[in-house]
């Protein structure tokens, strides 16, 4: 491991990992050992990538909050110490062919995988726009650094600390129109994603989301992560967020159900009938 930092509410870690680094696309994670030898935290813990950079051969940096024992212990690690790192993992953000308008829409912490996104689409001669929002000042990730490469940065709050008063679907209908937004590209807790595509849809954009589901094994093998997601085919499959994600189309993914297996999804009780909507 390179580095340890806090920033504001959260914690990022930069770590020299060749191999992950060169092999990384936007939207691809990590799964990370925690606790050390011995330890009784047996399942491993996903991290998007927030940044690659060739430094010492290649480093990624993943950004994270202390939500239990596992986070707190890597919060803990300082230099030099040793990460046991797979990645990378998953499906990335599929990319336009042609120069568009894109929004990035980053609740909290989950601002931090958008930033290789608009690293890559303005390669693309796409224009960026963020917006970011998080329940207090301290909690919207990454406001500097989205000022200074999009067109323009949007910031919410839900207690009116920074930005505008309220959360990032508040902000977005005016931020598609203002800035005729193609396409938008989300990542943060499940309501935001639901909201923001409903959002999207109701502009008829399309919209690509990252979903932060707790994935255990990070491989596909555990089936922890499971959600249902409606195929081409029109037929709804549970399918893994690690695996066949993190990143879906938003209209998708059937985030009312998320938690549940739907009657009419394929392979369940209820028969695995088709579903329309």
């Not at 912490?109 to 329940?135: I, Q, S, T």
Request: with cysteine.
């Amino acid at each position: 491991m390179l580095t340890t930092r806090r920033v504001d509410a959260y914690h990022a870690l930069t770590v020299v990992a060749p191999g992950i680094a060169e092999r990384h696309r936007p939207g691809h994670f990590v799964s990370v050992a925690v606790g050390g030898p011995g330890t009784s935290m047996i399942t491993r813990r996903a991290f998007t990538v927030h940044d690659v950079k060739p430094d010492y051969g290649g480093t990624v940096e993943l950004v994270f909050t202390v939500r239990g024992p596992g986070t707190a212990w890597l919060a803990e690690r300082r230099a030099r110490d040793t990460l046991n790192l797979v990645g990378p993992l998953g499906r990335p953000f599929p990319l336009p062919r042609d120069p568009v308008h894109c929004v990035l829409v980053g609740d909290e912490y989950g601002a931090a995988v958008l930033f290789p996104v608009a690293d890559a689409l303005m390669e693309r001669g796409c224009r960026v726009d963020f917006l970011l929002g998080g329940a207090s000042a301290d909690r919207v990730f990454g406001a500097m650094r989205a000022r200074r490469m999009a067109a323009t940065t949007t910031l919410t709050t839900e207690d009116g600390s920074l930005g505008l008063r309220g959360k990032v679907t508040d902000a977005l209908p005016s931020v598609i129109a203002d800035t005729r937004a193609d396409a938008v590209y989300a990542c943060g807790p499940m309501d935001t994603l639901r909201a923001v595509t409903a959002v999207a849809m109701e502009f008829d954009i399309p919209v690509q989301v990252a979903v932060e589901e707790s994935m255990a094994c990070g491989i596909g093998v555990c089936m922890t992560c499971v959600l249902p997601v409606i195929g081409d085919d029109g037929v709804t499959r549970m399918v893994r967020a690690c695996a066949d994600g993190p990143v879906f189309r938003g209209e998708r993914v059937r985030f009312e159900d998320v938690g549940t297996i739907p009657f009419d999804a394929l392979g369940a009780p209820g028969g695995g009938a088709r579903h329309a909507g």
